[in-house]
């Protein structure tokens, strides 16, 4: 079955580049980025991981934990870094989960629970749907997914993005709004009445009677 948002998202506990971990344990009371690629020394996917090593000061910052995750085996993963680093000038930090026998892509649903094999033999093509990013929060509940073709590029200032959004969402009763970035006015949800929102933000813009914006809370 598919991983909807607020499904739990599965435990399990697996080989990393950091070591054994249990997955809930690992994230801990902070939130986590989990994202997939189909196959180790590819072009798109070495850029990915790269662009990510970059960025992990920023994810950090908010609390946020990165781990990557391919089917092919941690020996495999460890070789790699030197080309990401090569190709990107960024040292990858952050664990890469080895998942031979596919059972983290399947529980994840980024493979079909009948699939059978192991990660032996397997082209990139055969691994097309493991390309999602999961955001996964300190309730070990799914807050967002993503899924892109291999051919495109992950955009991770998006996913930075969406963290700032989802943190200050959960912590204020306020949405945000189309290609909002943190520090622009946010929208009043409609669970708030007005009087309630004057409280809350003080001033506010009624645009609508369904649209209300404000200053960014906090």
């Known amino acids: ?9 599965p435990d399990f506990t697996a080989e990393t580049t950091e070591g054994q971990i249990s997955f809930h344990d690992w994230i801990g009371d902070g939130y986590a980025i989990l994202f997939s690629h189909p196959k180790d020394f590819t072009p798109v996917c070495t850029t990915e991981l790269g662009a990510m090593a970059g960025m992990a ?15 092919d085996p941690v020996e495999n993963h460890n070789k790699w870094k030197d080309d990401i680093e090569a190709v990107t000038g960024n040292k990858v930090g952050y664990p890469m989960i080895g998942d031979t026998d596919l059972a983290v892509a399947k529980l994840y649903d980024m493979l079909p629970a009948s699939e059978a094999g192991t990660s032996e033999g397997r082209t990139p093509a055969d691994n097309a749907t493991v390309r999602t990013v999961f955001i996964i929060g300190p309730d070990k509940k799914v807050k967002l997914s993503l899924t892109y073709p291999m051919t495109t590029g992950r955009n991770f200032d998006e996913i ?6 989802i943190q200050l969402t959960a912590q204020h009763q306020v949405a945000t709004p189309a290609n909002w970035k943190h520090g622009e006015d946010v929208i009043i949800t409609p669970a708030v009445s007005d009087e309630d929102a004057t409280s809350r933000f003080g001033a506010f813009d009624k645009i ?7 200053k960014q809370p906090g």
């Open 1 to 9: 079955m598919a991983l909807r948002i607020n499904d739990t998202a």
């Open 57 to 71: 000061g920023e994810f950090a910052k908010r609390n946020a934990k990165i781990i990557g995750i391919s089917v």
């Open 160 to 165: 930075l993005r969406a963290l700032d959004s």
């Open 208 to 214: 609508l009677p369904y649209l209300r914006k404000t």
